[in-house]
């Protein structure tokens, strides 16, 4: 969705808001595509702080899908979004991009608002994933999730000095 940006850039302390749906299903990343539910409206406010510089707020909240780092197991996180953009709009389009960071979210005079809460969304994603804080992950083994089952691949059956190597690899796989 864009948002034409001409009005307000040409009048001084002028002050839009904005509820504005966001309306991609899924969130696709380097890191893969992960599901976006139970989303609010991006809600945004423009500013014009004089000078040609407009300041965009904006703030939206949902729930992504995310398989837990452990156990791969889908887990509902909620994200939260608030941030703040400032924009002058008397650079040039390729200024413009350079100073966004190569978020290219300023197109011409339009806003374009999808670009703007993907990038926000990049930024606020989380690193790691758990689905409870003990999570006991998947045997490295037989591949079994071991928050629903046991299975038999012991570790004390391994030599006793293997089994220590084995710990002391563990503290370091330790997502
Ligand atoms: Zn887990
Ligand atoms: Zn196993």
Request: net charge negative; with cysteine.
């Amino acid at each position: 969705m864009l948002i034409d940006l001409t009005n307000i850039a040409n009048s001084e302390e002028k002050i839009i808001h904005a509820e504005v749906p966001y309306k991609p299903e899924v969130f696709s990343s380097a890191l893969g595509e992960f599901p976006i539910m139970g989303k609010t409206p991006v809600s945004l406010e423009i500013r014009n702080k004089g000078n040609r510089k407009l300041q965009i707020a904006g703030k939206m909240s949902f729930e992504a899908v995310i398989p837990c780092s452990r156990c791969l197991e889908d887990v509902s996180v909620r994200i939260d979004m608030d941030f703040e953009k400032s924009v002058d709009m008397k650079l040039s389009a390729s200024e413009k991009i350079e100073e966004l960071d190569e978020q290219n979210f300023i197109d011409g005079y339009n806003l374009d608002v999808d670009k703007l809460v993907y990038g926000e969304i990049l930024i606020n994603w989380p690193t790691k994933v758990l689905c409870k804080a003990d999570c006991k992950g998947i045997c490295s083994t037989c591949g079994v999730n071991l928050n629903l089952q046991t299975c038999d691949c012991d570790i004390t059956d391994l030599d006793p000095r293997m089994a220590q190597i084995r710990d002391i690899f563990s503290k370091f796989k330790e997502v």
